[in-house]
């Protein structure tokens, strides 16, 4: 009797073991990943601001950052996984879809549609994502370290109260300018008839994607919101199952 349970303990202790250096391990990677990506956003936070003070122009910016941009926030997608592989304790869906519609604004949109580049509302949602990136970055950095200073806590559930609005407003924008051109030269469309029997039109894409706008976004605002208040102040959220 003694035996199997000194067999047992010694079994717990393996298993104790075992979760420690995964957590080790995942901390490690996580902490490495998010000062990665706040390096990344400085960088580019640096590189507008240069671009602006040496030509006086928005003008020809997001062709100056487009490589850099595109390669961070493509990287994003590793978010994704972490949620699913249970290392962050955060929804798998509400993650993919914040990481996706901006990888979407990025690659097919404002990348593939160069006439749209110097846009005033690309410039817009430019500097709220990077604002907003170097913040939710650093927060997650320094979380993790278990040195949070306080102002970085304040500015990650206090910012997006006013950045949130303007990215979107940003994005939209950016998108309705799109249309125009999408629709003169027919981009990324399936016409019939075609050996795949399938019919697709971008231009009306777009707009079911501007029209998503709708439910997503109080959704996710209000759910930053519950999160504030939980933060910030301390009140117990709960929240129901997806």
Same mark, same amino acid.
């Given at each position: 009797?003694?035996?199997?349970?000194?067999?047992?303990?010694?079994?717990?202790?393996?298993?104790?073991?075992?979760?420690?250096?995964?957590?080790?391990?995942?901390?490690?990677?996580?902490?490495?990943?998010?000062?990665?990506?706040?390096?990344?956003?400085?960088?580019?936070?640096?590189?507008?601001?240069?671009?602006?003070?040496?030509?006086?122009?928005?003008?020809?910016?997001?062709?100056?950052?487009?490589? !850099?941009?595109?390669?961070?926030? /493509? %990287?994003? +997608?590793?978010?994704?996984?972490?949620?699913? =592989?249970?290392?962050? $304790?955060?929804?798998?869906?509400?993650?993919?879809?914040?990481?996706?519609?901006?990888?979407?604004?990025?690659?097919?949109?404002?990348?593939?549609?160069?006439?749209?580049?110097?846009?005033?509302?690309?410039?817009?949602?430019?500097?709220?994502?990077?604002?907003?990136?170097? !913040?939710?970055?650093?927060?997650? /950095? %320094?979380? +993790?370290?278990?040195?949070?200073?306080?102002? =970085?806590?304040?500015? $990650?559930?206090?910012?997006?109260?006013?950045?949130?609005?303007?990215?979107?407003?940003?994005?939209?924008?950016?998108?309705?300018?799109?249309?125009?051109?999408?629709?003169?030269?027919?981009?990324?469309?399936?016409?019939?008839?075609?050996?795949?029997?399938?019919?697709?039109?971008?231009?009306?894409?777009?707009?079911?994607?501007? +029209?998503?706008?709708?439910?997503?976004?109080?959704?996710?605002?209000?759910?930053?919101?519950?999160?504030?208040?939980?933060?910030?102040?301390?009140?117990?959220?709960?929240?129901?199952?997806?």
């Amino acid at each position: 009797m003694a035996s199997s349970e000194e067999d047992g303990s010694v079994e717990e202790k393996e298993n104790n073991n075992k979760k420690r250096t995964k957590s080790a391990v995942a901390t490690a990677w996580l902490t490495f990943y998010n000062i990665a990506m706040t390096a990344g956003w400085l960088v580019l936070a640096m590189t507008m601001m240069r671009f602006y003070i040496q030509k006086g122009t928005h003008k020809g910016l997001y062709r100056s950052i487009a490589r !850099t941009l595109k390669f961070f926030q /493509t %990287f994003a +997608l590793v978010e994704v996984g972490h949620c699913a =592989i249970g290392i962050v $304790r955060t929804s798998v869906i509400v993650t993919g879809v914040q990481v996706c519609s901006r990888i979407f604004m990025v690659w097919f949109i404002t990348n593939s549609i160069r006439q749209i580049q110097n846009e005033e509302s690309v410039l817009l949602f430019l500097v709220v994502w990077t604002v907003t990136e170097i !913040t939710r970055y650093s927060y997650y /950095t %320094f979380n +993790l370290l278990n040195h949070l200073p306080y102002f =970085i806590k304040w500015a $990650r559930y206090n910012l997006f109260i006013v950045m949130y609005p303007l990215g979107v407003i940003g994005e939209l924008l950016t998108i309705y300018a799109a249309l125009p051109y999408v629709r003169r030269s027919g981009m990324y469309c399936m016409r019939l008839p075609n050996k795949y029997n399938v019919s697709f039109d971008y231009y009306y894409c777009l707009i079911i994607v501007m +029209l998503s706008y709708i439910p997503l976004f109080p959704q996710l605002y209000f759910h930053m919101l519950r999160q504030r208040r939980k933060m910030l102040h301390g009140e117990v959220i709960v929240e129901k199952d997806d």
